[in-house]
Each structure stands twice: as structure tokens, then as C-alpha cells.
């Protein structure tokens, strides 16, 4: 299953609201998790299932859709939330990421 | 805490082979599914094997199947990755991540060992 994600880099500034998307392309259902990955740091995981969002994640964070569309939305970004960010289907073996989206600060 | 420790990444020759550990602590190591993933210089992370709680369940990314062995020893808390035939694209930092029950989703991971492959 191919994951595809747009954009493929985001410039945006402090406090504004970002919407990252992944296609898959077959229906993967909700079997989708998003990532943050910081420069030289492991991948986070931050929402599970489309729209289940981690412990300790912020609520600024959230996911949504189902099928082959979805979205992470990040609502009033912080310093710390300029990272890259990756989707990755769990539907079926083998398990695929999206390139990964790259947010910049404006 | 969930602590994952990755080991065995070296440099190492084109058709060479190598065995990666990972050592785990913090949480039961017999009752989650465990991967290995790999991040090459400037990529985004690629999944190369999962392995089921007891070990009876096996997956493979394509490009590894037929040269990368998973396994673990759930008696000494260890997630092994055996890599033959090594090629220069293998070349990557590699991790090893939990997973939650009955998910393929990767909610911890350890800090990557480095393995080049070159001559």
C-alpha cells in the first residue's frame, strides 16, 4: 500500500493552523498513525487509528478521516512543533510511510 | 519507563553479514509485537520486519525478505535483526520499536544503531 502525503515541505508562522495530508492507495480504513520526528530524534508517535491522540500529546493535535483520505491538523503551532511529520498505514504487511511532510517556521 | 536499546551497527563490507540487538526493559517484553525500522541519511522512516509476541508471526518489508532474519528471545528480553548479503542501500540507521497489542503502530522506539555498508 502506497502512502502519499502532501504537501512535501509547509512554511508557516507561530500560532497559525496547518493541515498535513495522506492518501493511501487502497481503503486502509482507520489503520493510520502520524509521526513527529525532530532533527537527529527518533519518530513520536502522536495519534493512533486516524483520530486517537497519544498520551501526552497536545491537544492542538488531531486526526481525521478514513478510507484512503486523511488529515492532521495542527491548530496554533508552537516553536516546538516545527518538525517532520510522517503517516504510516498498519493495515496490512508490509506496513508503508508516507515521505513525510517537513514544517518550517515562516 | 519502556527503554529500548539498539546494538551491533557497524561498518561492514557489501555481502556481508551482521547481527543487530536489542535489548528492552520497562515493560513486559513477551506480551508486545516488536519491529525493526530503518531511517537512511535524509529519508523518512521504512519498516523492515515485525515479529508477534510469541514469535509465531513473521513479516518482512520486500526489499529484506530473503536476507533479514527477525527474532526474539522473550527469556532475556532481546529483539534480534540477522542481516546477510548486506548491500550499500541497507545502509541506515536502525531501530527497533514496541508495538501497542493488536496494533502495528510504533509507540516506542530505541535510539538507532548506525549500519554502513561499504567497501
Known amino acids: 500500500i502506497q502512502m502519499t502525503q502532501s504537501p512535501s515541505s509547509l512554511s508557516a508562522s507561530v500560532g497559525d493552523r496547518v493541515t498535513i495530508t495522506c492518501r493511501a492507495s487502497?481503503?486502509?480504513?482507520?489503520?493510520l498513525n502520524w509521526y513527529q520526528q525532530e532533527s537527529g530524534k527518533a519518530p513520536k508517535l502522536l495519534i493512533l487509528a486516524a483520530s486517537d491522540l497519544q498520551s501526552g500529546v497536545p491537544s492542538r493535535f488531531s486526526g481525521s478521516g478514513s478510507g484512503t483520505d486523511f488529515t492532521l491538523t495542527i491548530s496554533g503551532l508552537q516553536r516546538e512543533d516545527f518538525a517532520t511529520y510522517y503517516c504510516q498505514q498498519s493495515y496490512s504487511a508490509p506496513i508503508t510511510f508516507g515521505q513525510g511532510t517537513r514544517l518550517e517556521i515562516k | 519507563e519502556v527503554h529500548l536499546l539498539e546494538s551491533g551497527g557497524r561498518l561492514i563490507q557489501p555481502g556481508g553479514s551482521l547481527r543487530l540487538s536489542c535489548t528492552a526493559s520497562?515493560?513486559?517484553?513477551?506480551?508486545?509485537?516488536m519491529s525493526w525500522l530503518r531511517q537512511a541519511p535524509g529519508k523518512g522512516p521504512e519498516w523492515v520486519a515485525g515479529?508477534?509476541?510469541?514469535?509465531?508471526?513473521?513479516h518482512y518489508g520486500d526489499s529484506v525478505k530473503g536476507r533479514f532474519t527477525i527474532s526474539r528471545d522473550n527469556s532475556d528480553n532481546t529483539l534480534y535483526l540477522q542481516m546477510n548479503n548486506l548491500r550499500a542501500e541497507d545502509t541506515a540507521l536502525y531501530y527497533c520499536?514496541?508495538?501497542?497489542?493488536?496494533?502495528?503502530?510504533?509507540?516506542?522506539w530505541g535510539q538507532g544503531t548506525p549500519v554502513t555498508v561499504s567497501s
Open positions: 515479529i508477534s509476541p510469541a514469535g509465531g508471526g513473521i
Open positions: 520497562g515493560f513486559t517484553f513477551a506480551t508486545y509485537p
Open positions: 487502497q481503503s486502509i480504513r482507520t489503520y
Open positions: 520499536a514496541k508495538s501497542p497489542v493488536a496494533s502495528q503502530s510504533f509507540e516506542h
